[in-house]
């Protein structure tokens, strides 16, 4: 049973600072492309970045490039996302998914699995 536990979420001030992390089982980690994607209410599941299979080669979103940083660890099946700087506009509760799609696999669909989610609040 493939299983995304993700974690690191909370309330934070703007210009602060969250690491997410996501540990998955249940599958062979390493195969996969990892992503974030993030979802506020009303709204349709956001692409933030993803990281390939091997972890060399990162994509983001253009308003979290430079703020955010994604890296995997395929020896602990998990994938952090470092986030500086946070805005408000980064309220949303973010999902950590995984897919046998080539990197960057950009599109929500494609992705075979997804966590459960944690929600990151940042306030102004």
């Known amino acids: 049973q493939v299983q995304l536990v993700e974690s690191g979420g909370g309330l934070v001030q703007a210009g602060g600072s969250l690491r997410l992390s996501c540990t998955a089982s249940?599958?062979?980690?390493?195969?996969?492309?990892v992503a974030w994607f993030r979802q506020t209410p009303g709204k349709e599941r956001e692409f933030v970045t993803s990281?390939?299979?091997?972890?060399?080669?990162?994509h983001y979103l253009a308003s979290v490039k430079g703020r955010f940083t994604a890296s995997r660890d395929n020896a602990r099946n998990t994938v952090d996302l470092q986030m500086n700087s946070l805005q408000s506009e980064d309220t949303a509760t973010y999902y950590c998914?995984?897919?046998?799609?080539?990197?960057?696999?950009?599109?929500?669909?494609?992705?075979?699995?997804w966590g459960q989610g944690t929600q990151v609040t940042v306030s102004s």
């Open positions: 998914g995984v897919t046998r799609d080539a990197w960057p696999a950009l599109q929500e669909y494609v992705y075979d699995y």
């Open positions: 249940g599958l062979t980690f390493s195969r996969y492309t």
């Open positions: 990281v390939s299979s091997g972890g060399r080669n990162t």
